[in-house]
């Protein structure tokens, strides 16, 4: 019940309201467990409430969960939309994104309610380029439809002209987004295999071209001329299925498509439609829309595409630089200090 004034200052023995608010701890919440031991370091400074399923909180779960709280430390999987942020209140100063992109939240409708937002970039850089290249070759050589053979007890013999795939030595490479991890799978490829490299970007990689000689040019382009094609732009208005069936349909029939971005980049139903047509050759990706998908949807059922459940940053190094930075950013913003690493 609150104190009055006139109570608390007729006895110096109760604190006001006021005096109360500012003596409490945080309250936040984790909208999932994390790895490391940066919960603990966070759990010194605040209260923490860690959401303790493997499925995420439904929406309903969700906004009942954030009601007062002044930080949120969310995943991919969690809507942070103007509505949630209002179900939280006015208190609520800091959004945490346990991820390097952020199309989840509404920057916008934070930036408005004066809400500062972080992600974690830079530390899954190499972890999710090694899973592109892993990709790239799991769906080039069959290594999982070949792989069920044998688990399903379907390996009779050695077969001459069984599982043959194609090789990437010597052959070009199309990165599309040129960014961290774009880089780093371009390096992998082009310097381990000696391919030749083209790339989209808003502007020139003179590095690419330096080091890689690599060679910046349109979307169309890069499709027509590329033996594979690795995705690695952020989701935005302009890249929802930018690589949709006008897009596929300019690939080689021999092309595999790669990627570890973002499942709304490509348009899942055009990707069906090629691979059954044999348009493309095979498809490995990290990312869907939705995830997961079913079990009988066409591309998991499809013996020309390799699916993953968005393991691109899964490494202990990885996941554990990301719980720090993302403890960080939440810190930061309950002090009322510039994030570590700020959308905003």
């Known amino acids: 019940m609150p104190v009055s004034k006139k109570a608390a200052k007729g006895n110096p023995d109760v604190e006001t309201p006021r005096t109360r608010i500012e003596t409490m701890k945080h309250s936040v919440l984790v909208t ?4 490391g031991d940066s919960l603990q370091r966070l759990r010194e400074v605040c209260e923490v409430e860690v959401w303790p399923e493997t499925l995420p909180p439904s929406r309903d779960e969700l906004c009942r969960l954030v009601k007062g709280r002044h930080g949120l430390l969310t995943m991919l999987s969690d809507r942070v939309d103007g509505e949630l942020m ?31 937002v972080g992600n974690t970039p830079d530390v899954l850089t190499d972890a999710t380029a090694d899973l592109a290249v892993s990709l790239l070759f799991a769906a080039s050589r069959h290594v999982l439809t070949a792989g069920n053979q044998v688990c399903d007890g379907e390996w009779k013999t050695w077969e001459p002209t069984g599982w043959l795939g194609v090789e990437p030595a010597g052959k070009t490479l199309g990165i599309v987004g ?10 992998r490829l082009v310097g381990g295999w000696e391919m030749d490299l083209l790339y989209t970007s808003r502007s020139d990689q003179t590095d690419m071209e330096k080091e890689l000689s690599g060679r910046r040019v349109e979307l169309d382009t890069l499709l027509a001329e590329s033996d594979f094609v690795s995705v690695h732009v952020a989701l935005t208005d302009q890249t929802r299925n930018l690589i949709d069936e006008d897009a596929i349909s300019k690939m080689k029939s021999t092309a595999v498509l ?43 059922k499809s013996p020309h595409c390799v699916i993953l459940p968005h393991i691109g940053s899964a490494t202990h190094a990885s996941r554990n630089a990301m719980s720090e930075i993302a403890v960080d950013n939440l810190i930061a913003g309950l002090s009322d200090q510039p994030l570590r690493c700020s959308v905003t």
């Not at 209002?86 to 208190?91: F, H, I, L, P, R």
């Not at 040129?178 to 390096?187: D, L, P, S, Y």
């Not at 997961?292 to 591309?299: F, G, K, W």
């Open 86 to 116: 209002d179900v939280a209140g006015d208190q609520l100063c800091v959004v945490s994104n346990y991820a390097v992109g952020y199309n989840n939240i509404d920057v916008d409708a934070a930036k408005i309610r004066g809400i500062a």
């Open 32 to 35: 999932r467990q994390i790895p």
């Open 258 to 300: 790669v990627n570890t971005a973002r499942g709304e980049i490509i348009d899942q139903d055009a990707l069906v439609k090629a691979l059954e047509s044999r348009s493309i050759f095979a498809a490995g990706l990290d990312v869907t829309t939705p995830e997961p998908l079913s079990a009988d949807h066409p591309l998991v």
């Open 178 to 187: 040129m960014g961290r991890i774009g880089k780093a799978t371009a390096k």
